[in-house]
């Protein structure tokens, strides 16, 4: 199993970016996928996840209204559209599936 996570960068509060996590190893279509991420000095937090077919999402309430996950099983992607991010919102985002994590890719949100 890899995955790998792209998209993060620095953003003004308020901004948008949009993380990207291309699985590979297994048969990416039948299985739910989360993003999960960690702030500076803190534990791992849950963000979001997305069943198998696409149709069922959930959020942390942090995030809720803010952030849209999505993905593209031709593609064996999972997304995360982040909008109107706040500072709180730096962290390192990793996609995951059970025990198996990407890189993870670093989200900075300031001014």
């Known amino acids: 199993v890899q995955l790998v996570e792209s998209g993060g960068g620095l953003v003004q509060p308020g901004g948008s970016l949009r993380l990207s996590c291309v699985a590979s190893?297994?048969?990416?279509?039948?299985?739910?996928m989360s993003w999960v991420r960690q702030a500076p000095g803190k534990g791992l937090e849950w963000v979001s996840i997305?069943?198998?077919?696409?149709?069922?999402?959930n959020y942390a309430d942090s995030v809720e209204g803010r952030f849209t996950i999505s993905r593209d099983n031709a593609e064996n992607t999972v997304y995360l559209q982040m909008d109107n991010l706040k500072p709180e919102d730096t962290a390192v985002y990793y996609c995951?599936?059970?025990?198996?994590w990407g890189q993870g890719t670093q989200v900075t949100v300031s001014s």
């Open positions: 997305i069943n198998s077919s696409g149709g069922d999402t």
């Open positions: 995951n599936i059970g025990t198996y």
């Open positions: 190893g297994f048969t990416f279509s039948m299985y739910a």
